[in-house]
């Protein structure tokens, strides 16, 4: 069975504080995406992984796929109280099945 | 609508009654998931569908839960004789292409089993 495990489960910081999330398996991944969600909505895409050691920005947020394709971190620089939200990562396996797998979440909450 | 869109918004039930959910995926989109999302929790796999494949249905967690799929259109999850942990968000998506594209999530249908 596969599983994703987030680390930490819940964080809360002060605003301008930078933060790092983990995901973590012992099965490989096709690719992993990085989802957030908001109360009340459904998750949106942040960004997706293929290539083991793959690094993506997006504005202030860090992505990296590690080098053998089972675990990924998020690292949040200066965090803003728009960050706060429910991070999910999710891991796709093409060889066994072609659904998707998510980790239970790290909810962070950024403090004005 | 451009996005994926789910209804109802809101269930409320009494426990031992049968609910229906209903998704509506976006146009052109082969594969639909349903998920189950219990409070302060993450998303949980129910069951996959793609295009006329049989469905992936490894997630459902006992025979009250079925779902089907007329072609690449319209969903519906059902519930039959609804318990108290039943009571969650249920979330649908869905994606262009089968596994590990994106998938786009509708709002969710809140359920509570009273």
């Known amino acids: 069975t596969q599983l994703l495990e987030q680390s930490p489960q819940f964080l809360s910081i002060q605003e301008g504080e930078n933060l790092t999330v983990y995901c973590n398996s012992s099965?490989?991944?096709?690719?992993l995406q990085w989802y957030r969600q908001e109360p009340g909505e459904g998750p949106v895409l942040l960004v997706t992984?293929?290539?083991?050691?793959e690094v993506k920005k997006l504005k202030r947020l860090t992505f990296q796929f590690g080098d053998a394709r089972k675990d990924s971190s998020l690292h949040i620089t200066a965090a803003q109280p728009g960050d706060t939200g429910l991070y999910l990562c999710?891991?796709?396996?093409?060889?066994?099945?072609?659904?998707?797998?998510f980790g239970a979440g790290t909810r962070l909450f950024v403090k004005a | 609508g451009a996005g994926v869109s789910q209804s109802p918004s809101n269930k409320v039930t009494e426990k031992g009654k049968d609910v229906e959910l209903r998704c509506d995926p976006i146009?052109?989109?082969?594969?639909l998931y349903w998920y189950r999302q219990r409070l302060g929790q993450g998303l949980e796999f129910l069951i996959y569908?793609?295009?006329?494949?049989?469905?992936?249905k490894s997630g459902l967690p006992s025979d009250r839960f079925s779902a089907e799929r007329t072609g690449e259109s319209v969903s519906t999850l059902t519930i039959q004789r609804t318990q108290q942990e039943d009571s969650a968000v249920y979330l649908c998506?869905?994606?262009?292409?089968?596994?590990?594209?994106?998938?786009?999530f509708g709002p969710g249908t809140r359920l509570l089993v009273l």
């Open positions: 099965s490989v991944f096709s690719s």
């Open positions: 569908f793609q295009g006329n494949s049989a469905p992936d």
């Open positions: 998506a869905s994606s262009f292409q089968r596994g590990g594209e994106t998938q786009y």
């Open positions: 992984v293929v290539t083991g050691g």
């Open positions: 146009s052109g989109h082969t594969a």
């Open positions: 999710a891991g796709a396996d093409r060889t066994g099945g072609f659904k998707t797998i």
